[in-house]
């Protein structure tokens, strides 16, 4: 299976974004948290959950492209959405 070296980058981009607004937070004090530097490390640490889910996406569509390719029955790809579905939600199917 090829992997794609953007995505790797992507996970990568947005663990770091959420570490830094983690440890930010944690170590802020209660008197800097009024604006500045802190609401924008809060903003942009924001945006790694919405990441994460535009690359679950992202590689979803690949999936069925890559079922559809292989001229997967629609009922094996529903499987495989649902397979997927399960491994996310920590049912080992």
Not at 8 to 14: E, P
Not at 23 to 49: E, I, P, W
């Amino acid at each position: 299976m090829n992997r794609f070296p953007f995505l790797d980058w992507l996970r990568g981009l947005a663990l770091v974004i959420m570490i830094e607004c983690h440890v930010f937070n944690s170590f802020a004090r209660m008197d800097v948290r009024n604006g500045g530097l802190y609401a924008l490390s809060q903003f942009t640490g924001g945006m790694a959950g919405p990441l994460f889910l535009f690359m679950a996406g992202m590689t979803f569509a690949f999936q069925m492209d890559r079922l559809e390719r292989k001229q997967t029955s629609p009922r094996g790809r529903s499987v495989s959405c649902l397979r997927r579905a399960g491994y996310i939600l920590g049912w080992r199917t």
